[in-house]
Structure formats: structure tokens, C-alpha cells
């Protein structure tokens, strides 16, 4: 479960390492391609200054592409507490439309490669099943559409709001699809990180209750009346 202080919401330290070991695989090419090229050098050392050339540029290449990728898999380990009352981003990206038509309204975030690769809750009260992330309120149901080429999904993850519920890396995007005409604290251009809220004043409150019917008050028995 994650943890929370007065300001900060502590990222769980298993999903973290969740994070850590999906970077880890995503870097395992650049490591061989670093091992082929000490390996070159090591097998054929009386080859010249061609292979070593050679071995040299592998060997370059791997930690490049190595840093790269380490950098594509940023994550922030503690946030600011999401306030209760917002509808949240579930990546970081920026706002790259908001678009009205007939009775809903669809968002989009765009998400480059080097954004955080935090797939952050949007709501307490959202719902994950078989990779489809919806909101029901009263309105009507809020979809979240996720265009990824990689797309990672914790297993029973804690969908309190803000808490990291997978990853999502590379480039990509995430659709919000809201019933009716919101209104938004962002608008297009704008840059949000995950957790940062697209709706500052939002609820989803239950059905209202019928107000109850006034008590009816007898008259007090006037004094002095027949027994």
C-alpha cells in the first residue's frame, strides 16, 4: 500500500520495482551489445586497429542507447497529494485537444517518449477491468483509452486516486471520453504530469435522497380543560 504524509502521496516501493525491473529488460540488448563488443576485442586481439574500431563503436553505441533508455523509464517516487475533490491525469503529456461533440467531450493527452512512464489512478472510485479503466458517475460513464504500443498493467493494483496502477513507455497517448460539456482547469497546450488533476471540482456523487417529510406537530392541550 502506498503512503501518505501531509503533503506527499509515497509511491508503493513494489511497484517501483516493478518499474526498475521493466527498465532493467528494456536495457538487456544494450548490455549484450556492450558484452559483444569487450568480447570482440577479447577473441581477436591481433586483428588490428579495425576491429578495435569496430568493438569500440559497439561498445559506444550500447551505453548510449543504455542511458536512453534509462531515461525513458523516469518515475517520481513521491507526488504531491492529489486533492479529493479532482478528476486526475492518468499519464504525464500534454493537452493536445478538447473536443465537444453532440453529448460528450473528448480529451486527449499526448505522451513523448521521454515522459514519465507513471499509469497513475484518476479516481478512487474507478474501475479496471481486463485493461478497459472507466468512471461511472452520474452522468454517465468516463472512458480512458490508451494508445501504447506498451502498456503494463499491475496485477489487483490499489486504484485509490494518484497511485501508480502500471506503466506506459515510449511514445503514445490516452483518450478521455466524458459524457456531457465538463469543465476543465486545463486546456490544449497545456503540460500535466500523471496525477495532476484535468478537473478540479469533480465528484461522483449517489443518487440524492428524498428529504423527509416534515414531522406534523400537535397543538399543545390548552390549560385548565375538562378531565
Not at 500500500?1 to 502521496?9: C, V
Not at 544494450?30 to 576491429?51: C, M, Q, S
Not at 497511485?163 to 490516452?174: F, K, M, Q, Y
Not at 484535468?198 to 392541550?221: C, R, Y
Amino acid at each position: 500500500m502506498p503512503d501518505t504524509t501531509s503533503k506527499y502521496l509515497l509511491s508503493d516501493a513494489n511497484s517501483l520495482r516493478q518499474i526498475k525491473f521493466a527498465q532493467f529488460r528494456a536495457q538487456v540488448p544494450a548490455l549484450l551489445l556492450v558484452a559483444v563488443a569487450f568480447a570482440l576485442k577479447a577473441i581477436f586481439p591481433n586483428t588490428g586497429n579495425w576491429l578495435y574500431t569496430v568493438a569500440l563503436a559497439l561498445a559506444i553505441l550500447g551505453i548510449v542507447v543504455y542511458v536512453f533508455i534509462g531515461l525513458c523509464f523516469r518515475y517520481r517516487q513521491r507526488i504531491p497529494l492529489p486533492p479529493e475533490t479532482a478528476l486526475l491525469s492518468p499519464i504525464e503529456g500534454r493537452i493536445e485537444h478538447i473536443r465537444g461533440s453532440g453529448d460528450i467531450t473528448l480529451l486527449a493527452v499526448r505522451k513523448n517518449i521521454l515522459d514519465s512512464v507513471e499509469l497513475r489512478s484518476p479516481h478512487s472510485d474507478c474501475q479496471l477491468d481486463n485493461g478497459e479503466l472507466w468512471l461511472t458517475t452520474e452522468a454517465g460513464k468516463i472512458n480512458f483509452r490508451f494508445n501504447f504500443n506498451r502498456i503494463q498493467w499491475f496485477a489487483e493494483p490499489d486504484l485509490s486516486a494518484g497511485n501508480i496502477i502500471g506503466i506506459v513507455s515510449g511514445s503514445g497517448s490516452c483518450s478521455v471520453i466524458f459524457p456531457g460539456k465538463p469543465g476543465f482547469s486545463v486546456q490544449p497546450g497545456d503540460a500535466v504530469k500523471a496525477a495532476e488533476p484535468l478537473i478540479s471540482l469533480f465528484n461522483t456523487p449517489g443518487p440524492a435522497q428524498p428529504e423527509p417529510a416534515p414531522e406534523k406537530v400537535s397543538p399543545p392541550a390548552e390549560e385548565g380543560g375538562e378531565i
